[in-house]
């Protein structure tokens, strides 16, 4: 199943009068990681969820390759700013995902183990990891079955620069590894290390679509000078 | 006096007095299958209210959040009405008998359980909403995880539901009867023996119903710090 090209078209979202999104067009074709960027209350994290199917899309405004998102929700996961985790070990929180997607369980949660080196807290009971632990189980959770796109909404927000970089060159990985990756952030450092795509919002519009470099080079629309002089 | 009222009542419980026994064996099995039969409806239907929010829920909830606060004698009449021998349920012929027992405390905690069921899974599903539908689950599959993540906290609203159904003395003594060796259960018997001034057989079953409370209340205790 094809989930490429990502195409939304004119899609906006409004919640009691607020217009949240206003007149969304993307297009995407490529497996890189699009970074999805923009000041606080930009619409960043409404638009991740829009396209993950957290929020109805009557209109089916949205296309992965010929299929809308019902149709490939089980080919995406996303892992949340604050991580969300069972009240059980680590290996049981991954093992629950890997059941509900069926797929080859115990195998697949110790190799996702492996993968991500969280084998010391395999056996740790969620509620005592810390953050940067607990955003790594979250990241191992979102991989399970091999899904095709991985929404992360900030993932780094909260940690220090060791988890971030570990966390970075996670998602690194998994782009090299055939999936495509959407991941909000703030941090202007990071979207120099690891963006490639990026889509930049301003009070719910989309005032910037393309390529990191070019973004960068964007010296003409304030907000984003800005962003990228103070981010 | 005092003391003798006591040394007589602990006399009754160490010697393991068969009437006291007896009263206690059927208070147990009454509250118990009450307990049981509660739990079975309530915590699928408090967890099943929270998945399905519309405007039927709001009403349940407010229904069972007022039969809540519903004076058991209350309950224990409405009951009596039913099943005596011109009510709808006359047929059933369970009056005075321990069925009807089962059947006024059940009525008693369905919405107590109902209601901290709700509560409970509440919470939950507003820490875990975004992750149980980004796993795009069933609503059954998201009401068993629910109910598993609340487990220690649903056996605090089991053992609360136990704690009210094991003190009530009103419907039970209405619908039951308190007839020895047959309906007469711990607290309809502290009522009855105090009124005929037997009162070490009270005090005996006082001291049993304040065992059971301190137990209870213990157990939750430990499962609030697991929580």
Known sequence: ?231 | MLSNILETAFNLIFTLNEDLIEIISLSLKVTMSALVISVIISIPFGAFLVLYRNKLQSIVILISNTLMGMPPVVLGLIIYTLVSKRGIFGFLDILYTPSAMIVAQTLLITPIVVSLTYEEIYKKYKDYYLFLNSLNLSNFSKLKTLIYECRYALITVTLTGFGRASAEVGAVMIVGGNINHFTRVMTTAIAFETSKGSIELAVALGLILILISFIITLIIKSLRKIK
Do not use: C
Not at chain 1, 44 to 69: A, E, Q, Y
Not at chain 1, 70 to 84: G, R
């Open chain 1, 1 to 231: 199943m094809k989930i490429l090209p990502i195409k939304i078209e004119n899609f906006s979202y409004t919640v009691k009068d607020n217009e949240i999104l206003k007149n969304i067009n993307i297009f995407s074709e490529e497996k890189k990681i699009t970074i999805i960027a923009g000041n606080n209350g930009s619409g960043k994290t409404t638009l991740l969820k829009f396209m993950h199917g957290l929020i109805d899309d009557p209109s089916n405004s949205i296309t992965w390759g010929r299929n809308h998102t019902s149709e490939i929700k089980e080919k995406q996961s996303m892992v949340f700013q604050n991580p969300i985790l069972l009240n059980r070990t680590t290996f049981e929180n991954i093992l629950y995902v890997a059941k509900k997607k069926r797929v080859n369980e115990r195998n697949s949660v110790n190799k996702i183990i492996e993968k991500l080196n969280i084998e010391s807290i395999s056996k740790t009971d969620a509620r005592y990891l810390s953050g940067g632990e607990k955003q790594k189980v979250a990241i191992a959770m979102s991989i399970i079955g091999n899904p095709k796109i991985i929404f992360l909404d900030e993932p780094t927000s909260q940690l220090d620069p060791v988890y971030k970089n570990e966390i970075e060159s996670i998602i690194s990985d998994l782009s090299k590894d055939d999936t495509k990756i959407f991941m909000t952030s703030h941090d202007i450092s990071q979207i120099k290390r690891i963006g490639e795509e990026i889509i930049f919002l301003d009070k719910g519009e989309i005032i910037f679509s393309g390529r990191v470099k070019e973004f960068l080079n964007k010296k003409t629309n304030d907000v984003i000078k800005n962003y990228i002089n103070y981010g």
